[in-house]
């Protein structure tokens, strides 16, 4: 009778031990780090197996509308940017209206930092973007660029303030 008791004690020991085991690995693999998966974005977390749509970009900075812009080499004039998520990577970004030519000009820029770099690209009526970077610092984003017309090279600074 004692070693029928002592049996059933061990078997007893041994399904607890079983469920125990059981019940810890449902419990380990059934917890998910929810967070941002993807390693190109500025909130990266490595510890993160389950991405929740968090994740921000260097570009998102430069996302939005800007109002009562100006260039110098449009005296006087005053009008609004949009800049949006680019077609591309995730570092790029799509400045629409760029420099007041006009709501149908586009161009692309690729954003580094607090920096962006413009691709080159027709500004409308013969007018061709030959280079331009820019920066944004807080809500105001400054862009220098060369554009050519007819042959000559002009070099202008828009100043754009985000609302």
Do not use: H
Not at 26 to 45: I, Q, S, V
Not at 59 to 75: K, L, Q, V
Not at 77 to 102: P, W, Y
Not at 157 to 163: D, N, Y
Request: glycine share 14%.
């Amino acid at each position: 009778m004692k070693k029928m008791q002592l049996e059933f004690a061990k078997n007893l020991r041994f399904i607890g031990l079983a469920i125990l085991t059981s019940a810890m690995t449902l419990t380990y693999t059934g917890c998910k780090t929810e967070g941002c998966t993807d390693p190109t974005a500025t909130n990266y977390d490595e510890k993160a197996d389950d991405d929740d749509g968090s994740c921000t970009y260097e570009r998102d900075a430069f996302i939005g509308t800007y109002n009562n812009s100006t260039d110098n080499c449009i005296s006087g004039t005053s009008f609004n940017m949009t800049i949006d998520e680019g077609a591309g990577s995730t570092n790029q970004i799509t400045i629409n209206n760029f420099g007041g030519f006009g709501s149908s000009i586009s161009i692309t820029g690729t954003v580094s930092g607090s920096s962006v770099t413009l691709q080159s690209g027709a500004l409308g009526g013969g007018i061709s973007l030959l280079s331009g970077s820019g920066a944004i610092s807080g809500n105001i984003l400054t862009i220098n660029y060369t554009y050519d017309e007819g042959g000559f090279e002009f070099t202008c600074t828009i100043t754009g303030t985000k609302s």
